[in-house]
């Protein structure tokens, strides 16, 4: 009988377990959470290299407001914002949501806001992007909830809308006001 050589049998056993490993990783619990760091701890500065003229500014002290607050990463350049921008309007009349625009331009910035609408109580002009990445944010819209003492209680990676929105985020809001946060 030949005898099979074992760089023979290596590639498929390779190929197979790396299948099972796969496999495995799409049935994992909480496999569509993008974890943070800052969860259960206190929100990170928000720094701001200039204001955009027009708006209100974001204080740190607005991220411990006494109550459920939201904060939001946006650019005017980013469709998935443009996208969730009726929702925020929709949640601003029931919750205080802090903008945070980055990589953006103050021109393009204000222009969106006075044509779109501001659903923000502060907003925060970051061109740079430095506070984004104070926060660990990958790419716009990201949306954080933060709880009356402005701990980070979720972070929520992508627009605010669909069933995604529905059965994750507004789940997460609602245990941070059952909680009296």
């Known amino acids: ?26 049935f994992r619990e909480g496999k569509d959470e993008l974890e943070s760091v800052f969860i259960g701890g206190p929100a990170p500065q928000i720094e701001t290299a200039a204001e955009l003229p027009g708006f209100a500014a974001v204080t740190q002290a607005d991220l411990a407001r006494g109550e459920v607050t939201l904060v939001n990463f946006w650019a005017s350049w980013c469709p998935p914002c443009r996208a969730e921008h009726p929702k925020l309007l929709e949640l601003a009349q029931d919750y205080p949501i802090i903008g945070v625009n980055f990589k953006d331009t103050a021109r393009a910035a204000t222009k ?22 104070d926060w660990g944010v990958t790419a716009p819209p990201e949306t954080f909830i933060l709880d009356k003492d402005g701990t980070v209680l979720y ?3 992508g627009p605010l809308v669909g069933s995604d929105f529905e059965q994750r985020f507004l789940r997460e809001l609602n245990k941070a006001l059952a909680a009296g946060n």
């Not at 061109?127 to 984004?132: D, E, Q, V």
Request: no cysteine; glycine share 10%.
């Open 1 to 26: 009988m030949a005898k099979i050589p074992p760089l023979m049998i290596a590639p498929p056993a390779i190929f197979l377990g790396l299948a099972v490993l796969f496999y495995m990783g799409m």
């Open 155 to 157: 972070r929520f990676a």
């Open 112 to 133: 969106y806001l006075n044509d779109d609408g501001n659903p923000f109580v502060g907003v925060a002009f970051d061109p740079k992007g430095r506070t984004a990445i």
